[in-house]
């Protein structure tokens, strides 16, 4: 298989509107769990301290949070149909995209610096245009659309 080809199959896997999800941000991601035959949504919230691969379909972050004095960590692949919605709700001040120093902190010193940001357009993303649709009008013909619009032929000059 060619790289096109494999990429096709990558981008057709990919949703349609994704948040941007950054190193430093607090996030609430609601994820499908099977149980049996049956599923329900449980909700991971906790401080994202890196992430991988935006642009591909293998985009993935990883959520840290202290649940009873132990750290958990998880990682979530973005564009898995299991994960049903990802949430900021907080976004901090980093300097670096990996923040696993806050690994060895708690407390205190574990805190960030939040800053502020607009909470409803982060997480009400537009859904992109694919990458095929917008090739195909470009590779359109200026005359053919004219010609679809306008029947009759080009218009008559009026005297």
């Not at 609601?30 to 591909?56: A, H, L, N, P, Y």
């Amino acid at each position: 298989m060619s790289f096109i080809n494999l990429k096709k199959i990558g981008d057709a896997q990919k949703k349609a509107a994704v948040v941007d999800v950054r190193s430093g941000d607090t996030v609430r991601v609601t994820q499908k769990i099977k149980e049996g035959e049956k599923f329900r949504s449980q909700v991971f919230e906790g401080v994202v301290i890196r992430t991988d691969r935006k642009d591909s379909h293998t985009a993935r972050i990883t959520v840290r949070k202290v649940a009873s004095g132990v750290g958990v960590e998880k990682s979530f692949l973005i564009h898995n149909p299991l994960v049903e919605k990802i949430e900021v709700v907080h976004r901090a001040k980093v300097r670096r995209k990996n923040l696993s120093f806050l690994r060895e902190r708690s407390g205190k010193s574990a805190r960030l610096v939040n800053k502020t940001f607009d909470r409803n357009a982060v997480n009400n993303p537009t859904p992109k245009v694919a990458a095929e649709t917008v090739l195909q009008a470009e590779a359109v013909d200026p005359e053919t659309v004219a010609e679809a619009e306008n029947p009759k032929g080009p218009a008559e000059p009026a005297e």
